[in-house]
């Protein structure tokens, strides 16, 4: 899952990052609206946690033009203040959810998670395929009963190919939703992450190459 955390008090957007990074997800940070809106131009996002109250161009703002342009990401806004009329003001503009600081960390791991499943076709909580099952809350995954244990960009790579329910997805994908936009997009790391991913999943092999395509499970 590819998060935005806009945030504009660098020390609890780190934070926030940090910890939605332990839970698999790979996440970019803007601290002003602008940043933003030049980040999610040209990357699409699943769920931006978005600060109401940002310099350069405020959240509300931000909102709004991601609405206009019917963007697939779904936001959840952070701010402040807790009243009912603000909550109902920043849902109105648009925003999908709504969370009030200061809040407990696993709330907002479980909202971003749910926000996730509804940025593109429902699936179910649990995936399950081919004698796998990845419960992404929990962050377990199990293979014909035995548990598996992957290291988070593992998870997050089995993760994608199991929502693609058997169709493939390219290493740009992978790079896209597993990693942030630090890698380096001529990097191996896909490759030798799958190299790994198939030896913990063990036999038979159930992630297939699709030469010059990408891979499929």
Not at 175 to 201: C, G, Q, S, Y
Request: proline content about 4%.
């Amino acid at each position: 899952m590819r998060v935005l955390v806009v945030e504009d008090e660098r020390v609890l957007a780190d934070a926030i990052a940090t910890g939605l990074r332990r839970e698999a997800m790979a996440v970019d940070v803007a601290y002003d609206g602008g940043g933003a809106l030049e980040r999610t131009s040209y990357i699409d996002y699943d769920v931006i946690v978005l600060d109401r109250d940002l310099p350069v161009v405020h959240g509300d703002e931000v909102c709004r033009r991601l609405v206009e342009q019917r963007t697939a990401s779904r936001i959840l806004m952070l701010t402040a203040s807790g009243d009912v009329d603000d909550k109902v003001e920043g849902l109105g503009l648009g925003a999908d959810d709504y969370l009030a600081k200061p809040f407990v960390f696993i709330e907002l791991v479980a909202r971003v998670r749910a926000l996730g499943r509804r940025s593109a076709p429902a699936l179910p909580p649990v995936l399950q395929r081919a004698g796998i099952r990845l419960d992404p809350g929990k962050r377990l995954v199990e293979r014909d009963g035995r548990e598996v244990v992957l290291t988070k960009k593992e998870f997050a790579v089995l993760e994608e190919l199991m929502r693609a329910d058997g169709a493939v997805v390219s290493q740009e994908d992978l790079l896209d939703k597993a990693w942030d936009e630090n890698i380096d997009p001529f990097t191996n790391v896909v490759r030798v992450t799958m190299m790994t991913l198939r030896k913990k999943l063990g036999e038979p092999q159930v992630i297939e190459t699709v030469p010059g395509v990408g891979y499929k499970l």
